[in-house]
């Protein structure tokens, strides 16, 4: 069975940047979709940003398309998020997420999540 342990998060001033990790084991990253997703107080999941099995194929929700880029190293078996032009509405606990067929922008399709890394942007 797939695991994912986020890490990367904390601390950071409005403008700045960061990159998430999503380390896997236990299963070969090449066999799923792996998806970021964020979760602020009181708001639902939202679904960021998706790399499909290849990594060939990505896609972004708006609020953070030309500011987050995800990637993925298949040797380390781990997916990033590099986040730029950090905003105080991107603060959220970033979860990512793993699906053993193609992306999707729903919380609620995806198989395998981590426990999450905390993001705050803040003066």
């Known amino acids: 069975q797939l695991q994912l342990v986020e890490s990367g998060g904390g601390l950071v001033q409005p403008g700045g940047s960061l990159r998430l990790s999503c380390a896997t084991s236990?299963?070969?990253?090449?066999?799923?979709?792996i998806g970021w997703f964020r979760q602020a107080p009181g708001k639902e999941r939202e679904g960021l940003s998706c790399?499909?099995?290849?990594?060939?194929?990505?896609n972004y929700a708006d609020s953070v398309k030309g500011r987050f880029t995800i990637s993925r190293d298949t040797f380390k078996n781990t997916v990033y998020l590099q986040m730029n032009s950090l905003k105080p509405e991107d603060t959220a606990v970033y979860y990512c997420?793993?699906?053993?067929?193609?992306?999707?922008?729903?919380?609620?399709?995806?198989?395998?999540w981590g426990k999450g890394t905390l993001v705050n942007v803040s003066s």
């Open positions: 997420a793993a699906r053993g067929s193609g992306c999707s922008q729903y919380h609620y399709f995806m198989n395998y």
């Open positions: 236990g299963s070969t990253l090449s066999y799923y979709a």
């Open positions: 790399s499909s099995k290849s990594g060939a194929i990505t």
